[in-house]
């Protein structure tokens, strides 16, 4: 399961917030309740995210295995 609590750190260690990300960088509310429900985000989205915050992608998501992650 990934998991986006380093977003949240990172963006609190940022000169960003929620309501910059949503009025000056155009990302939607959408997509911040999707962070904070640890829902899946696309890889466009993950990337805009890494540049805004100017950091690695580890700093945004977290693989945290599960027992509902889907058996392949």
Do not use: A, G
């Not at 609190?12 to 640890?38: A, C, M, V, W």
């Not at 805009?48 to 998501?61: T, Y």
């Amino acid at each position: 399961m990934l998991v986006y609590t380093p977003f949240w750190e990172t963006l609190r260690n940022s000169s960003e917030s929620t309501y910059s990300l949503i009025n000056r960088h155009h990302i939607s509310s959408s997509t911040i309740d999707k962070l904070r429900k640890n829902k899946p985000l696309n890889t466009t989205t993950l990337n805009d995210l890494c540049r805004i915050l100017d950091c690695p992608i580890q700093n945004i998501v977290q693989y945290v295995p599960s027992k509902d992650d889907q058996l392949l």
